[in-house]
């Protein structure tokens, strides 16, 4: 069990640009979320995934954010046009899905944008 | 909305003090779990409480979920500069329980 692991930790873009972040889960873990944090707040949801079906997303997020889980394994997240208002910490977490099963985090990739 | 009001937002004490923070809602939850999370990482799961009344022992953290499932309180006994992070609850959505949302936190200063 190596984790979760998110790529990269820190990401500094300009307003406008798109950035793509990465998150590998527990490896048998079939559900995987991802969450936003600004500071002092609590994780944000974002959207999930059962697999490789993205069970929902967030009413809260505009067309320019989007997720896969082509193959039920990795994900990624897009963001297109980059707003000053997307910096936020982009944490994911993976759980197998059963019961209460606990969420196991990444360390997150930390987004500024100028 | 079914939402999680986490309380105090803020609490700074000296070490070997006591201490309780609330994690309160109008909705009822099958359950809600307790995250510390540290600057720069992501939460880690402290304990899961599922049974209305229900009490956990976790070291000096002692966590109850109410009789009604709609509120938890976490318990600190003497607490220690390494109890210092953030402190956050989280329960399933009402509507999709493996849709799992937070409170904003209740983030813990412990002097030495």
């Known amino acids: 069990d190596t984790g979760v692991s998110q790529d990269p930790r820190h990401k500094i873009t300009k307003r406008g640009q798109n950035v793509t972040f990465r998150c590998d889960p527990i490896?048998?873990?079939?559900?995987l979320y991802w969450y936003r944090q600004t500071l002092g707040q609590g994780p944000e949801f974002l959207t999930y995934?059962?697999?490789?079906?993205?069970?929902?997303k967030s009413r809260l997020l505009s067309d320019r954010f989007s997720a896969e889980r082509p193959k039920g394994s990795f994900s990624t997240l897009e963001i297109q046009r980059t707003e000053q208002g997307d910096s936020a910490m982009y944490l994911c977490?993976?759980?197998?899905?059963?019961?209460?099963?606990?969420?196991?985090f990444g360390n997150g990739t930390r987004l500024t944008v100028t | 909305t079914q939402l999680l009001e986490q309380s105090p937002q803020f609490l700074s004490i000296q070490e070997g003090e006591n201490l309780t923070v609330y994690c309160n809602s109008s909705?009822?939850?099958?359950?809600l779990q307790w995250y510390r999370q540290e600057p720069g990482e992501g939460p880690v799961l402290l304990v899961t409480?599922?049974?209305?009344?229900e009490v956990k022992k976790l070291k000096r953290l002692t966590f109850q979920f109410g009789d009604a499932r709609k509120d938890s309180s976490l318990h600190i006994t003497a607490a220690q500069p390494g109890d210092t992070g953030l402190y956050l609850c989280?329960?399933?959505?009402?509507?999709?329980?493996?849709?799992?949302?937070f409170g904003k936190g209740t983030r813990l200063h412990i002097l030495p």
């Open positions: 977490a993976s759980s197998q899905g059963l019961g209460n099963s606990p969420l196991h």
């Open positions: 409480v599922v049974t209305g009344g």
């Open positions: 490896s048998e873990h079939n559900r």
């Open positions: 989280a329960g399933p959505d009402m509507n999709r329980d493996d849709k799992i949302i």
């Open positions: 909705s009822v939850f099958s359950s």
């Open positions: 995934f059962q697999n490789e079906a993205q069970l929902e």
